[in-house]
């Protein structure tokens, strides 16, 4: 027997060859750097296709929240790929006489929440309205559904700061499907602080300061959008039965949910743009950055002929910093949002590269595999063990190719204040720690526990009196795979990182371990295999009385095969 560690232990090639933290010093290579620009020269020819921006054709059209009256989920061809429609589900809504498309709802504090919810899709549905504060019905982690062909009310009060949110089904068991069919938008919550920000770098929504939802999907020719993980399906369509059999073991969960380590495509679209281009002038420009993938993770960063520009982080998740933090590169995990400002002075005139740079996916699940099975499967398949296809977790890839142009007027400037203060850390508040993991079923679990219905909640967090905050640790065995864990409801504060891999050693930002992405208020925290991440979670918003929140991992097929749970929090009678 042997246990497999990560897929580089099994298979060559030259990712396999380096060491972990090779990888983060290739791009400053001389070779490397010619090798980059050979290889982004052959790209800027295929990336060609106008980025979608908010808006044409209806799609992420820009409305307010409160203008809505109507919201559906709804089966809706298009066009994404070559001469056929792709069956996608998304969401629509008429406002002032106009079809809107997985709308960007704009709001600020106060505004109204108002409308009517239909499913008009096979499955029960429910919209989550992921980054904001709601009491547990206006949440929509799942415990009240609409069924096909069925709706409900909406209406909630929105209570955040600025900052980038969004909202995408949450049906428990569907939830992966319906994310991955194409139903997510964004939710945009401004305020006199983002009005100010705004100002100064001086950029124009939609032009200038442009929202990139990435997601990976896979197209086919048939304009069919499968629902699985392309990597393994390729594996398996060209296996023998040897092959078929060690990636059956490795790769498909429990009966019900195969996709164990999620669902991943083969190409990386922006705003359902695939190979895209977008033209910004030699100034600040603006981009805000969901995650909207089921399971893949990126290393983002900004590059012009291998040099990495530097950028500033103004946001991350549903809030703003502080101050701006200085980055070249940051891990943006499923659900997760980056806001940043770039400087595209530092830029030349021509190609700039959005790309995710290699790293190690650390898919490794702890399977203990005979050697006799293992060693003809993998030399059958002539391709790494875990390999999600030819575009892999990890690889190298070009996102968005960035055509810097001559600006004219001002190029605007970054102010070096911007969102709220970061609340005083607390000492003594109480703790409560969380192991995760997958059953011998193969099913993730959280502390050991599949996700068992809404009805039955973990734990209560008492929230009616004192400064109603907890540390929550989240431990990750070092064989597993990276888990995003999100929180409905609250925002928290990561304080420190513990067993991180070597591959985020050099992100590290502080004593505590901590990245850049750590320095803000956060709804979902990646948490590596072998790490221990500690962070602060602020209850003192609950509304009164007991409400249930969800709090999962947001890889939908890990979510979808149960590593998730309820808890309640209790704040109290209202007075
Ligand atoms: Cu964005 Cu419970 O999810
Ligand atoms: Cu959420
Ligand atoms: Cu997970």
Redesign the pocket.
């Known amino acids: 027997m042997m246990t497999l560690r990560r897929r580089h232990f099994l298979l060559g090639g030259a990712v396999a060859a380096l060491p972990p933290g090779a990888f983060l010093a290739a791009s400053a290579l001389d070779g490397g750097q010619r090798r980059a620009e050979a290889l982004d020269a052959s790209f800027s020819r295929r990336y060609d296709n106008p980025l979608r921006l908010p808006g044409q054709g209806g799609w992420f059209a820009p409305v307010k929240a409160s203008e809505v009256r109507a919201l559906a989920a709804a089966p809706m061809p298009h066009r994404l790929r070559g001469h056929r429609d792709t069956p996608l589900w998304v969401y629509r809504a008429e406002v002032r006489g106009r079809v809107v498309l997985n709308p960007i709802l704009t709001a600020r504090a106060g505004d109204t929440v108002d409308l009517r919810f239909d499913n008009l899709l096979p499955q029960p549905s429910v919209i989550?309205w992921?980054g904001l504060a709601n009491d547990e019905r206006s949440d929509g982690?799942g415990a009240f559904l609409a069924a096909p062909g069925g709706g409900h009310p909406v209406r909630w009060t929105v209570r955040n700061a600025a900052g980038l949110n969004w909202y995408?089904p949450?049906p428990h068991g569907h939830a992966g499907e319906q994310l991955w069919r194409g139903l997510a938008g964004l939710f945009l919550v401004e305020d006199d602080a983002s009005d100010r920000l705004a100002r100064e770098l001086d950029v124009r929504f939609g032009l200038t300061d442009v929202p990139l939802v990435i997601q990976d999907r896979t197209l086919n020719r048939a304009g069919e959008m499968p629902y699985h993980d392309a990597g393994v399906e390729r594996m398996l369509k060209s296996a023998d039965n040897a092959t078929r059999m060690a990636f059956e073991a490795l790769c498909s969960g429990a009966p019900g949910t195969p996709l164990f380590h999620g669902a991943y495509g083969e190409d990386i679209l922006v705003n359902f743009t695939r190979f895209p281009v977008l033209a910004l002038p030699r100034r600040w420009a603006r981009l805000r950055i969901l995650n909207g993938s089921n399971a893949r993770l990126y290393r983002l960063a900004l590059l012009q002929r291998g040099r990495a520009l530097e950028f500033s982080l103004l946001g991350v998740d549903g809030n703003l910093l502080p101050a701006p933090q200085a980055a070249t590169e940051v891990f943006l995990a499923p659900?997760q949002r980056v806001d940043l400002a770039v400087d595209l002075r530092q830029a030349e005139l021509g190609d700039l590269w959005l790309k995710t740079l290699a790293f190690d996916p650390m898919h490794d699940d702890g399977l203990q595999l005979p050697q006799t099975l293992l060693r003809p499967a993998v030399a059958a398949a002539s391709m790494p063990a875990h390999d999600h296809g030819p575009r892999g977790e990890g690889a190298e890839e070009p996102i968005l190719r960035i055509d810097v142009r001559p600006a004219d007027g001002p190029a605007g400037r970054l102010p070096q204040r911007i969102g709220p203060a970061m609340p005083p850390a607390v000492d003594g508040a109480p703790q409560r720690s969380f192991r995760l993991g997958h059953d011998a079923q193969r099913r993730w679990s959280i502390d050991g526990r599949v996700f068992a219905g809404h009805g039955q909640t973990s734990f209560t967090v008492p929230a009616g009196a004192g400064p109603a905050r907890e540390i929550w640790e989240v431990d990750n065995p070092a064989s597993g795979m990276p888990h995003p864990m999100?929180l409905?409801g609250f925002d928290f504060q990561v304080l420190s990182r513990q067993g991180s891999p070597a591959q985020c050693g050099p992100l590290r930002v502080d004593a505590q371990g901590r990245l850049a992405t750590d320095l803000g208020r956060a709804d979902t925290v990646l948490v590596w295999p072998g790490e221990k991440v500690r962070f602060l979670v602020d209850f003192s918003t609950a509304p009164a009385g007991i409400q249930r929140y969800?709090f999962?991992c947001?890889n939908l097929e890990h979510?979808d095969a149960g590593m998730m749970l309820a808890f309640a929090v209790d704040a109290g009678p209202p007075d």
């Open positions: 989550h992921h982690g995408h949450h659900a999100h409905h969800m999962h947001h979510a």
